[in-house]
């Protein structure tokens, strides 16, 4: 069961050191659509669309700064992907229109990361632990900076403030999102 394995017991390993089985691929995926707060679709296309513009690209395209957080017999409880280059003149991620009103924030800090945990892992340290080995990565690769966008009331906002990110800016209509950010 895996909400008997110790906290202490899980490790991050890099996504592509990781030997890819359907069912550590079906757990990467369960973790995402379980944490997301979009949870019906109204075709499996566009179910595949989310999965791709949150996940699926970063699996692709920057497979380097994907970890999962793994139990000893080989389970996934948690993933972060991420990308260090600066979104907002990165052709792939042109599709998501805030970035480009953050280009003076992105600027100075834009590596950016996805985390997520399975939640009978939560609260246990393990999201520090992946967003440590990300931060690591990005700074050795030459980010100024990294940066997370959330809902503004999130539960996940505290998260991010222990891990040294404070708000920059306040995006969309009713300025429900919030970049969170922090220099590396
Ligand atoms: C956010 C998350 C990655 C943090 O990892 P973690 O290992 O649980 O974090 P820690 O044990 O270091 O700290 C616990 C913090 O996690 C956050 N958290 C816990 N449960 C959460 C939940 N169900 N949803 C969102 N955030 C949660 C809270 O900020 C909590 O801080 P608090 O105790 O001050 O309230 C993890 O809780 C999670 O996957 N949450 C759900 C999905 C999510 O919000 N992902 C981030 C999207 S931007």
Same mark, same amino acid.
Not at 9 to 24: F, H, P, Q
Not at 73 to 92: E, F, I, K, M, S
Not at 140 to 148: F, I, L, P, T, W
């Given at each position: 069961?895996?909400?008997? /394995?110790?906290?202490?017991? #899980?490790?991050?390993?890099?996504?592509?050191? /990781?030997?890819?089985? %359907?069912?550590?691929?079906?757990?990467?995926?369960?973790?995402?659509?379980?944490?997301?707060?979009?949870?019906?679709?109204?075709?499996? =296309?566009?179910?595949?669309?989310?999965?791709?513009?949150?996940?699926?690209?970063?699996?692709?395209?920057?497979?380097?700064?994907?970890?999962?957080?793994?139990?000893?017999?080989?389970? /996934?409880? $948690?993933?972060?992907?991420?990308?260090?280059?600066?979104?907002?003149?990165?052709?792939?991620?042109?599709?998501?229109?805030?970035?480009?009103?953050?280009?003076? =924030?992105?600027? =100075?800090?834009?590596?950016?990361?996805?985390?997520?945990? %399975?939640?009978?892992?939560?609260?246990?340290?393990?999201?520090?632990?992946?967003?440590?080995?990300?931060?690591?990565? %990005?700074? /050795? =690769?030459?980010?100024?900076? #990294?940066?997370?966008?959330?809902?503004? $009331?999130?539960?996940?906002?505290?998260?991010?403030?222990?891990?040294?990110?404070?708000? #920059?800016?306040?995006?969309?209509?009713?300025?429900?999102?919030?970049?969170?950010?922090?220099?590396?």
């Amino acid at each position: 069961m895996l909400n008997e /394995v110790m906290p202490e017991a #899980v490790n991050i390993r890099r996504y592509l050191d /990781v030997t890819l089985t %359907a069912e550590i691929e079906r757990g990467i995926d369960a973790i995402f659509f379980e944490s997301s707060n979009t949870k019906s679709f109204a075709t499996e =296309q566009s179910r595949a669309a989310f999965r791709e513009r949150w996940l699926g690209r970063y699996l692709r395209d920057d497979p380097q700064f994907a970890y999962l957080a793994m139990t000893p017999p080989g389970d /996934v409880v $948690g993933y972060l992907v991420g990308a260090v280059d600066d979104p907002a003149h990165a052709p792939r991620f042109a599709d998501i229109g805030f970035f480009a009103d953050l280009r003076g =924030q992105t600027k =100075q800090f834009p590596a950016h990361l996805h985390v997520n945990l %399975a939640p009978e892992f939560r609260n246990r340290g393990i999201g520090k632990q992946l967003v440590d080995r990300f931060l690591a990565d %990005a700074k /050795v =690769q030459g980010a100024r900076g #990294v940066h997370v966008v959330t809902s503004a $009331g999130a539960l996940n906002v505290s998260f991010y403030n222990r891990n040294g990110f404070a708000e #920059v800016a306040r995006i969309g209509p009713a300025r429900e999102l919030v970049f969170l950010a922090r220099a590396l």
